[in-house]
């Protein structure tokens, strides 16, 4: 069987064979396989990266429902005339505050963490 190697560009590579004249191709050259090879063992052992990501992303959505609720709050509690109402819906809104502000500097302390 007598076979000549064809490069095609942009990695690729063919062999045709001389007796059919059809082109096969094959697969993309031995150095891009090993950029992936070595891109797949980076994120294998670089799993504290992704955890952190995760915990971040996890705290954004947590932070952006607190806001939502607190928006709630604040104009339920514009609507009521009830002043034990008005009291209850106030202690909900400051542990809400509290609840977001600790987020908030949890959320910068991770971000600061992970740039460096």
Known sequence: MNCKRLF???????????YTQKTFFICQS?????????????AFFDTDNHKKR????ELKKILIKL???????AYTRLQTD????IKQYQTELEI?????????????RLKKRKKP
Do not use: P
């Not at 995760?54 to 992303?57: A, M, N, P």
């Not at 009830?82 to 109402?85: F, S, T």
């Open 8 to 18: 095609l560009g942009s990695n690729t590579w063919a062999f045709k064979r001389s």
């Open 30 to 42: 031995l150095v891009m396989k090993k950029e992936q090879f070595l891109h797949k063992l980076k």
């Open 54 to 57: 995760q915990h971040i992303q």
């Open 67 to 73: 806001k939502t609720k607190q928006r709630k709050i």
């Open 82 to 85: 009830d002043d034990c109402l």
């Open 96 to 108: 809400i505050r509290a609840q977001r502000k600790k987020g908030i500097e949890l959320l910068q």
